[in-house]
């Protein structure tokens, strides 16, 4: 193999001999004792797979870090394993000088870059030989339940039952193969899969030089690698970049969903050529791990022609327990187990045997003991295999926390960090909404009486700041909660973790310790959004990812600011405003008056709005009547009830299950109430003029609901002044699973002020003809439309109207066939 092409970096071709010459370069670089340490801190690079073989080449036990630590993190592992050498790039070396400060250790640092370029071909086929496949060969550092990392020591034993288990019984990595390396090596994931296994197989290994995207596209394509190595993030992403320029299409989108009812890899790979291009063109095995991969990630990947061959596995296991073969992908599923592995479910907990298992850790014999028992691996996730020997994994056991990018937190490490600060008493942390987040019980003594600043503040600023400017990104706190109260824990005074997220919702409430900002505007506002959400509303609430404003809620709460303070502030300008607190002090400065008012859609209503009506083309009714004999033919089309439409205006308010909803309704409409019925078209749908063009000739009103719905809601209002019918979908939205959404309390406000019924209209069948996504309609399917008795508005509120109108379509929906 001496003169193939082992790692690419950038155009740099390395061969084998110059492979197996640099190793023995880096060796001869140092002295070592057989058994001592040596630590490899920088990024991926040539240099890299240099100094982790010289390592072996010595005799040595290697010591990968993360190449992002802190100092403290990098501290913490040179005073536990107390390496004699550590690699390290010149990029890192103001770190590793602070972190070797701080351990108080005197190891001999090589600057690896400085001696990479420097090439040395070995003429012979050597490579790095194991006297004893006991000895440790590795160390990786990993979170453990104490708060501090621990050191997984794996054997060569351990490393070559996965290298066995792939090579030689899951043949994926060949002498033919070309991996890309993008994840850092630190992890035994890709250390074992980027690195070791595609260098033992003979292939090649491309190391892409970010994780920029069109670094991966370029390495990919100029290495044409066959084989991708990724968590379920890197996956996820692609597949969006991807999906939006196939949803950018009309054909593209149909394409992919005839794609993804025939599952015929050779359709997909010809379909999708551009897709397989983008990625390099070879791509045969896409492999996954580090967290679960999301079942509807992996199904669009195999509608595209790609399989993701999902593994699971721990660092103490070296890390694969299972992985899935090719050809026998289960969606859900991380795959049957490696040869020579027995998998049992003991009380639900995953414990499993086999010669990957690791030898425990390092200097930790209590932990090692909790972890190993009886020969089995306990990891701390529950599940069960299937009767195929599929393996399922239903939720963990251990508190350690797994981030969709495959990173693993200790919560424990982080409470201890941020309980450091005097300022808190009790820090408690739980992961919600992709984020890590934390409720903390502030030490009153030490904040005392603040003058001008919340308590808030304070502890965001000099604890939550302060931890996350010096700990790695994927562990910082990104939202917290502040309480009085003790955090829930045990008698044993444990916490009790699963219970933080409930906590944190209670507190978000109970809002004892935050200095409320005490002047008049702000307690105006405050009240006015407090009853129309029906919460409390807190000084750091956002009006939307808080307090959940929609378009309507903004246009009553810019009336209200403009007619209580004389504000002007449009739904865009209100959302440029952080939180509560902040658009209250504007309105404390740009006021003009300070009256008091409640909102009058009545006075809104009244005003003057210039609405020139769409000409009605006689075409238009034919075209209705057209669609209604086509329905007929098309689908087992029925309508009942068009007795119940009043002669006067109203409002028409069907539910919202297809694109055809529309002319479903108005094909059973007489002549006469086609031409005097409007529909309204949201601006982004009709943008094409030769689409405005058609709209302003029968009978569809353009409006944008998004930037101006007040003005878009006084237009529907003069359509309905004027004598005319309007139809107006309560939902807003079609239907994804057949079942009624909200309804919005637009059609309710028109129907209140203007005294006008409104008719409520049932449509059954029409998701099951033409579902959401779907480009063409499925033939004979039964669609059946009834008008039902109209709804008078009387003295009902507008909530009371809204949930009136449905309640009828819900109860006509339920009704048998």
């Not at 453990?144 to 351990?158: Q, R």
Request: charged share 25%; proline share 5%.
């Amino acid at each position: 193999m001496g003169s193939k092409t082992a790692i690419t970096f950038g155009s740099d071709k390395i061969s084998y001999s110059r492979l197996i010459g640099k190793i023995e370069e880096f060796a001869n670089l140092y002295n070592i004792e057989q058994g001592e340490k040596v630590a490899i801190f920088m990024e991926n690079r040539p240099s890299w797979v240099y100094a982790f073989y010289s390592a072996w080449q010595n005799k040595a036990i290697a010591v990968p870090i993360d190449f992002l630590a802190t100092a403290d993190e990098v501290a913490f592992i040179l005073k536990d394993c107390q390496p004699k050498i550590i690699f390290s790039s010149s990029g890192n070396a103001a770190v590793l000088e602070s972190a070797i400060e701080k351990a108080g250790t005197n190891p001999i640092v090589i600057r690896a870059d400085e001696h990479e370029l420097f090439q040395k071909e070995n003429a012979s086929d050597s490579s790095v030989q194991i006297a004893n496949k006991e000895e440790t060969a590795v160390i990786i550092y990993t979170s453990g339940t104490t708060g501090s990392p621990k050191g997984v020591m794996l054997s060569f034993d351990n490393l070559i039952a996965n290298i066995d288990g792939v090579v030689h019984n899951i043949p994926i990595f060949t002498p033919e193969s070309r991996t890309l390396m993008l994840l850092p090596l630190h992890h035994i994931f890709p250390l074992m899969g980027t690195m070791i296994i595609p260098l033992y197989a003979g292939g090649s290994v491309a190391i892409s030089p970010s994780m920029a995207s069109e670094d991966i596209i370029k390495t990919l394509q100029d290495n044409k690698i066959t084989i991708l190595i990724g968590v379920p993030r890197l996956y996820a992403a692609i597949r969006k970049g991807i999906k939006d320029k196939i949803n950018a299409s009309a054909i593209a989108k149909m394409l992919f969903n005839l794609a993804e009812k025939l599952q015929s890899p050779k359709f997909s790979k010809t379909i999708f050529k551009a897709v397989h291009k983008k990625m390099g063109g070879s791509l045969k095995h896409l492999v996954s791990g580090g967290a679960a991969l999301d079942k509807e990630v992996g199904r669009d990947y195999q509608t595209l022609g790609f399989e993701v061959l999902e593994g699971f596995g721990m660092t103490e296991s070296a890390p694969m327990i299972t992985f899935t073969r090719p050809g026998r992908v289960v969606l859900g599923s991380p795959g049957e187990a490696l040869p020579g592995t027995t998998i049992e479910t003991i009380d639900g907990e995953i414990a499993v045997k086999g010669k990957q298992v690791m030898q425990g850790y390092y200097n930790r014999p209590e932990e090692t003991s909790e972890v190993l028992k009886d020969g089995r691996l306990f990891t701390g996730d529950l599940g069960y295999v299937d009767k195929q020997g599929y393996l399922f994994i239903t939720g963990r056991k251990k508190e350690i926390i797994v981030l969709s990018n495959g990173k693993n937190v200790n919560p424990s490490e982080i409470e201890q960090k941020v309980e450091e600060s005097s300022l808190v008493r009790e820090c408690g942390v739980f992961f919600k909404d992709d984020l890590l987040q934390a409720v903390i019980v502030p030490e009153k003594s030490a904040i005392g009486q603040p003058e001008d600043k919340s308590v808030e503040d304070i502890v965001r600023w000099n604890v939550i700041d302060h931890f996350n400017q010096n700990v790695s990104s994927y562990k910082k706190i990104m939202r917290f909660y502040l309480t009085d109260q003790d955090l829930p824990r045990t008698r044993l005074s444990k916490l009790q973790r699963f219970k933080l997220e409930e906590f944190a919702k209670k507190t978000e409430t109970d809002d004892h310790l935050q200095l409320k900002p005490d002047f008049e505007e702000y307690k105006m506002i405050t009240d006015y959004l407090s009853k129309e959400k029906g919460r409390d509303v807190l000084p750091h609430h956002h009006l939307e990812m808080d307090l959940g404003l929609d378009s309507l809620d903004k246009v009553g709460f810019e009336t209200y600011l403009f007619q209580t303070f004389g504000v002007s502030l449009d739904p865009v300008e209100m959302l440029r405003f952080n939180n509560v607190h902040l658009l209250a002090e504007h309105v404390r400065e740009a006021k003009t008056k300070v009256e008091e008012q409640k909102i009058n859609w009545r006075d809104i209503l009244k005003e003057k709005v210039n609405l020139q009506l769409p000409k009605t083309w006689a075409t238009g009714s034919l075209m209705v009547r057209i669609s209604r004999f086509f329905f007929h033919s098309y689908f087992r089309f029925k309508a009942r009830g068009m007795k119940n439409i009043p002669n006067g205006p109203c409002i028409i308010a069907p539910n919202h299950q297809s694109f055809f909803d529309g002319l479903f309704v108005a094909s059973y409409l007489r002549t006469r109430q086609i031409r005097k019925t409007y529909f309204y078209a949201k601006e982004k749908h009709v943008r094409q003029p030769w689409l405005k063009f058609l709209a302003n000739r029968n009978n569809i009103i353009i409006m944008d609901l998004n930037n101006d719905l007040k003005s878009s809601i006084q237009k529907m209002a003069e359509v309905l002044k004027r004598e005319k019918n309007l139809i107006i979908f309560p939902e807003g939205t079609r239907t994804k699973n057949g079942k009624l959404g909200q309804f919005k309390k637009t059609f309710a406000i028109l129907s209140r002020e203007l005294n006008i019924p409104v008719v409520p209209v049932s449509i059954k069948g029409a998701h099951e003809a033409l579902p959401k996504g779907s480009i063409f309609p499925r033939p004979f399917k039964k669609v059946n439309i009834e008008f039902l008795n109209p709804v008078y508005p009387e003295d009902k509120t507008y909530d009371d109207l809204a949930i009136k109108v449905k309640e009828q379509i819900q109860y006509k929906m339920n009704e048998p066939a």
